[in-house]
């Protein structure tokens, strides 16, 4: 069970820190990475982080802005996301994943089916 939380409305150039928490499962077993989706458009890998979280890879197209990391004391992954703009607006999704793929994550890391379990989905809206 994942549960998502953080989003919200924030103008250009805010900051944001979405979190997503996980219940159910031993948290430290699984890899986590999260995705955005905008309506009527595919769904848009952002980053992950393996396991221990020393380890994390994240879009090119996010580098510089995004960071992803998690607290395996709490259960807990974070996406932290600076310096917001509009074509930022999503949908953001948590996911966890058991595979040993994402244990060293890379470009590989963005395939959904390497994910089994995913969040509800927390709104990420940016006003110019």
């Known amino acids: 069970h994942l549960v998502q939380s953080g989003g919200g409305l924030v103008q250009t150039g805010g900051s944001l820190r979405l979190s997503c928490e996980v219940s159910?499962?031993?948290?430290?077993?699984?890899?986590m990475g999260w995705v955005r989706q905008v309506p009527g458009k595919e769904r848009e890998f952002v980053a992950a982080?393996?396991?221990?979280?020393?380890?994390?890879y994240r879009e090119e197209s996010v580098k510089g802005r995004f960071n992803i990391s998690r607290d395996n004391a709490r259960n807990t992954v974070y996406l932290q996301i600076n310096t917001l703009n509009p074509e930022d607006t999503a949908v953001y999704y948590c996911?966890?994943?058991?595979?040993?793929?994402?244990?060293?994550?890379?470009?590989?890391?963005?395939?959904?089916?390497?994910?089994?379990?995913w969040g509800q989905g927390t709104q990420v809206t940016v006003s110019s």
């Open positions: 996911a966890a994943g058991s595979s040993l793929l994402l244990t060293r994550p890379s470009y590989s890391s963005k395939r959904a089916d390497l994910y089994n379990y």
């Open positions: 159910g499962q031993t948290f430290s077993n699984y890899g």
């Open positions: 982080i393996e396991r221990s979280g020393s380890s994390t």
